[in-house]
């Protein structure tokens, strides 16, 4: 168990919706990374928090935006789904920055846009 | 091109053998990780280098700068093994940003 918990596991929605994605990162990271896994894609750097900032963008469309609560849960906003939005979506933690602590991932929510 | 280049795309052995899967890039990094995806779809983080070797349990990883080519081996492969791996670079200019290869199934059979 990677402490890292998303919810919801499994979400299906229409075109035009809009999502929320839930991410409580494990005890005492500070730090929470979004990635999007699709079939033709890959796995993709979507956004990064630190401690309720915005640290680094990727790849990430203007339909989607992202925040990091003083509680130091994320959510991942998705708005205006288009069917290549389905994908699986992994938050990620770690302590710090990534690349002075190991990155602890959450098991995914998959979204599907019929 | 791809940054981030994985060989070989799949990779079935036998219970036993030793594992190599290659990870090439074509840009700077800071660091390279490789990452284990389930058949279920969690990812584990194996390791995180941006210099030399590191070890743990059956599992070893290094990684040459120069070359811009790290590897992942695996000893006394076992079933358990099969999952798909995914290695990773991150950006040197002091963001986050990871960029990942698209992953190499490996499948063990017994």
């Known amino acids: 168990d990677s402490g890292v918990t998303q919810t919801p596991k499994h979400l299906i929605t229409a075109t035009g919706q809009r999502v929320t994605l839930r991410c409580s990162p494990r005890s005492g990271d500070l730090s929470v990374y979004w990635y999007q896994q699709?079939?033709?894609?890959?796995?993709?750097f979507l956004i990064q928090y630190y401690n309720g900032e915005e640290r680094a963008k990727g790849n990430i469309l203007e339909r989607f935006s992202a925040q990091q609560f003083?509680?130091?849960?994320?959510?991942?906003?998705?708005?205006?789904?288009?069917?290549?939005?389905?994908a699986l979506y992994f938050c990620a933690s770690s302590l710090v920055g990534q690349g002075s602590s190991p990155l602890h991932f959450g098991n995914g929510t998959r979204l599907t846009v019929t | 091109k791809n940054e981030v280049e994985q060989s070989p795309q799949n990779l079935t052995a036998q219970e036993g053998e030793f594992i190599t899967i290659n990870c090439s890039y074509s840009v700077g990094i800071s660091a390279l990780h490789w990452l284990q995806q389930h058949p279920g779809g969690g990812i584990v983080s194996l390791f995180m280098l941006s210099s030399g070797k590191k070890k743990h349990g059956r599992l070893i990883a290094t990684i040459n700068i120069q070359e811009k080519h790290g590897s992942l081996h695996i000893t006394a492969s076992h079933p358990r093994d099969s999952a798909v791996y995914i290695c990773a670079v991150r950006s040197p200019f002091?963001?986050?940003?990871?960029?990942?290869?698209?992953?190499?199934?490996?499948?063990?059979?017994?």
Do not use: A, V
């Not at chain 1, 699709?38 to 993709?44: A, I, K």
């Not at chain 2, 002091?94 to 017994?110: A, D, V």
């Open chain 1, 70 to 86: 003083p509680d130091l849960h994320s959510e991942l906003n998705l708005s205006s789904l288009e069917l290549g939005d389905s």
């Open chain 2, 94 to 110: 002091g963001n986050e940003k990871l960029t990942f290869g698209t992953g190499t199934r490996l499948t063990i059979i017994p």
């Open chain 1, 38 to 44: 699709s079939l033709d894609q890959g796995l993709q």
